[in-house]
């Protein structure tokens, strides 16, 4: 069974760029995360998307990233204009819907360094 | 914010047990204690997860206490690829509102030859 991709890897920008990162989950998984980790830290949700709606995006700095899920599928995330703290690396996982409570799997993520 | 406290770190020698312990004394009736690891450069990954009840998979063991204030997540022989980030979570799964999984600082597990 495939697992979550992601694209780019790796990204370096300089600050007041802009970056988006794609995601495509597991097939038939309804529910899709982006968390944004920084070095040292737990990752942090950013946003949930059952199928394309939005369910939770409390955490999500609105003025500089947004996100969006196109068909309730494939995802992207952009940052823009990018600041040196959104260095981090960024990981998007799929689960079943919600109700099942079932695990999530999650990408190997992208790797963003703002200089 | 997480509602658990983990040590930050421990060490295991290889083919031993780990036992990484887990504090969530505040945990309510409807929530999971779940239990993910994540290896450098890698995406976390799920191991187990249980309400009150010990549970076992392929993976590793869980035993919770009966007050459900702790728990401890046991690797029955520790290898060098068990060397990871631990992170225990506790989260409510119901029909209508499961909760966001909320990661903290979890243990880091270094596993040694």
């Known amino acids: 069974e495939a697992g979550v991709a992601q694209s780019p890897r790796y990204k370096i920008i300089e600050k007041r760029q802009s970056v988006a990162f794609w995601c495509n989950p597991i097939?038939?998984?309804?529910?899709l995360y982006w968390y944004q980790q920084i070095l040292g830290q737990g990752p942090k949700l950013l946003i949930q998307f059952q199928n394309n709606g939005v369910v939770d995006d409390s955490q999500l700095p609105k003025d500089r990233f947004s996100a969006e899920r196109l068909k309730g599928v494939d995802s992207t995330l952009k940052i823009q204009p990018a600041k040196l703290e959104d260095s981090a690396v960024y990981l998007c996982?799929?689960?079943?819907?919600?109700?099942?409570?079932?695990?999530?799997?999650f990408g190997e993520g992208s790797r963003l360094t703002v200089l | 914010d997480a509602k658990t406290t983990q040590p930050p770190s421990m060490d295991c020698a290889e083919g031993r047990a780990a036992n990484l312990p887990c504090n969530h004394s505040t945990i309510s009736g409807n929530e999971y204690v779940y239990w993910y690891r994540q290896i450098h450069s890698q995406g976390p990954q799920y191991i187990i997860h249980?309400?009150?009840n010990n549970e076992t998979n392929e993976m590793a063991s869980l035993i919770i206490t009966e007050d459900r204030k702790s728990s401890t997540l046991i690797l029955p022989h520790a290898t060098l690829r068990d060397t990871a980030v631990y992170y225990c979570?506790?989260?409510?799964?119901?029909?209508?509102?499961?909760?966001?999984?909320?990661f903290g600082q979890g243990t880091t597990l270094q596993v040694k030859p």
């Open positions: 097939s038939g998984h309804a529910t």
């Open positions: 249980g309400l009150k």
């Open positions: 979570i506790v989260r409510v799964v119901g029909s209508s509102n499961t909760g966001k999984l909320i």
């Open positions: 996982a799929s689960s079943l819907p919600r109700g099942l409570g079932g695990e999530l799997f």
